[in-house]
């Protein structure tokens, strides 16, 4: 029998609704991380808590990794129709190598967050990650893209975003394969590395890009 997909729902939203009279809960997640080219991406979503019929349009929607590239895709426009605000934010290969992997990640989140047209009361961010500079109260949720359907919605906005710009990419440095790894090292992507170097959407400080690049 195959494993069932985690359903993210708005329990938490709604509790901390209820606790403090907020309206505008927003979740954060990201994109590319680990990836050894392009940038990571964020993306901020405040759902509507007590819209039926818009929340049943997304009752498929769940951590980002676990639907079908149509799925994602569908959801994109589902979120971006229905939410009440969402904003995108990304850092480059070279503010990554620059800042470091973390603190790009929330210079990420933090573009996220000046996107959006709806200033949130309480900000949800998926794993370990809490936004120092950011005045807002915030709570990191470990699996939150599995637990929160706002921070689900946030996975997808950046996901199909990193995406999309990996396929871009991969017109301009076709020797790569970014279009089928989106980034990541794959066995292609490293082969790719060694015959060819680096390009200047390859992140510089990650370990596997200094190993290959150090054998030349």
Do not use: N
């Amino acid at each position: 029998m195959p494993k069932q997909k985690p359903i993210p729902t708005l329990d938490l939203e709604r509790a901390i609704a209820r606790k403090y009279q907020f309206a505008h809960i927003a979740g954060l997640d990201e994109a590319g991380r680990g990836a050894l080219a392009g940038p990571v991406v964020a993306a901020a979503v405040i759902l509507p808590l007590d819209d039926a019929a818009a929340l049943a349009t997304l009752d498929f929607v769940t951590d980002s990794k676990l639907m079908t590239l149509k799925q994602r895709e569908r959801a994109f426009d589902l979120i971006q129709t229905h939410a009440l605000g969402w904003g995108i934010g990304a850092t480059s290969a070279a503010q990554i190598d620059e800042h470091g992997i973390l603190p790009a990640t929330k210079m990420a989140m933090w573009a996220a967050l000046t996107a959006l047209f709806v200033q949130p009361d309480y900000l949800l961010i998926d794993g370990r990650i809490r936004l120092a500079s950011v005045p807002t109260r915030q709570q990191a949720v470990v699996r939150g893209d599995q637990k929160s359907l706002s921070i689900a919605a946030a996975s997808v906005l950046a996901k199909v975003s990193r995406d999309r710009t990996l396929i871009k990419y991969d017109a301009h440095f076709p020797a790569y394969g970014f279009a089928q790894h989106k980034g990541y090292g794959t066995s292609k992507h490293l082969a790719a590395i060694r015959t060819e170097g680096a390009c200047d959407q390859h992140r510089l400080s990650f370990a596997p890009m200094r190993e290959r690049l150090g054998d030349f």
